[in-house]
């Protein structure tokens, strides 16, 4: 069922670039604050909590028409944070889900006007990208905070019952400038074993391109 999931959002993104009139390649860096938390069936108590992602982009800029491509390599770090109640000296104690993803989403970008002859590059143009993307958990770190002082484990994704090693879901953002605000849907659980969990993260980065 996984695979079928994952061919079918591949699918779509070959569709859509299968139309793309690329006048040049393109690459650049992203780099910005990612706000994430988990669903996890039967649990509402999850939080966002903050933390950074980054990487390269290699995009097919067009140079009159409104469709384009491009693929991105970014660390993210995500995860989750809840609430859950107070020890024995009535503090409250916090368990939060820090994981490390490598994540890889196949973006169709389209221009939401036409190019004028003013405009110096695409970053003068909003765009929408939409896609599939896939990760790469690499780690995860189980945290407990009481009284603003943490205790951390490492999670290797190697080990039973532990964080999944492959993520995938769907990913859209909005562009303007040099900034994108992009929010991924994760459709796999994000560990092995337990209650559904799927991650969300919403980023807002800073995206140049040369």
Same mark, same amino acid.
Request: positive net charge; aromatic residues 10%.
């Given at each position: 069922?996984?695979?079928?999931?994952?061919?079918?959002?591949?699918?779509?993104w070959?569709?859509?670039?299968?139309?793309?009139?690329?006048?040049?390649?393109g690459?650049?860096?992203?780099?910005?604050?990612?706000?994430?938390?988990?669903?996890?069936?039967g649990?509402?108590?999850?939080r966002?909590?903050?933390?950074?992602?980054?990487?390269v982009?290699?995009?097919?800029?067009?140079? /009159?028409?409104? *469709? &384009?491509?491009? $693929?991105?390599?970014?660390?993210?770090?995500?995860?989750?944070?809840?609430? #859950? !109640?107070?020890?024995?000296?009535?503090?409250?104690?916090?368990?939060?889900?820090?994981?490390?993803?490598?994540?890889?989403?196949?973006?169709?970008?389209?221009?939401?006007?036409?190019?004028?002859?003013?405009?110096e590059?695409?970053?003068?143009?909003? /765009?929408?990208? *939409? &896609?599939?993307? $896939?990760?790469?958990?690499?780690?995860?770190?189980?945290?407990?905070?009481? #009284? !603003?002082?943490?205790?951390?484990?490492?999670?290797?994704?190697?080990?039973?019952?532990?964080?999944?090693?492959i993520?995938?879901?769907?990913?859209?953002?909005?562009?303007?400038?040099?900034?994108e605000?992009?929010?991924?849907?994760?459709?796999?659980?994000?560990?092995k074993? &337990?209650?559904?969990?799927?991650?969300?993260?919403?980023?807002?980065?800073?995206?140049?391109?040369?």
């Amino acid at each position: 069922m996984k695979d079928k999931k994952l061919l079918i959002l591949l699918l779509f993104w070959l569709i859509g670039t299968g139309s793309v009139m690329a006048q040049r390649l393109g690459g650049g860096l992203m780099l910005g604050p990612a706000f994430s938390t988990m669903s996890i069936s039967g649990n509402d108590s999850t939080r966002f909590r903050t933390d950074f992602t980054g990487g390269v982009r290699i995009a097919l800029i067009p140079e /009159r028409s409104i *469709i &384009g491509a491009e $693929i991105d390599v970014l660390y993210s770090r995500q995860g989750t944070s809840s609430k #859950k !109640g107070l020890d024995e000296s009535n503090n409250t104690i916090r368990y939060m889900e820090k994981s490390h993803y490598i994540n890889v989403p196949l973006l169709l970008n389209i221009y939401l006007r036409k190019w004028n002859d003013d405009d110096e590059d695409e970053s003068m143009i909003p /765009r929408l990208r *939409i &896609g599939p993307q $896939i990760g790469f958990c690499v780690g995860g770190n189980d945290i407990m905070e009481v #009284k !603003g002082k943490k205790k951390q484990q490492f999670i290797s994704p190697w080990e039973p019952g532990s964080f999944n090693r492959i993520d995938y879901g769907v990913t859209a953002a909005l562009s303007y400038w040099f900034v994108e605000v992009r929010y991924t849907f994760g459709m796999a659980n994000v560990f092995k074993e &337990g209650a559904k969990s799927t991650n969300h993260v919403i980023s807002v980065t800073w995206s140049d391109i040369w």
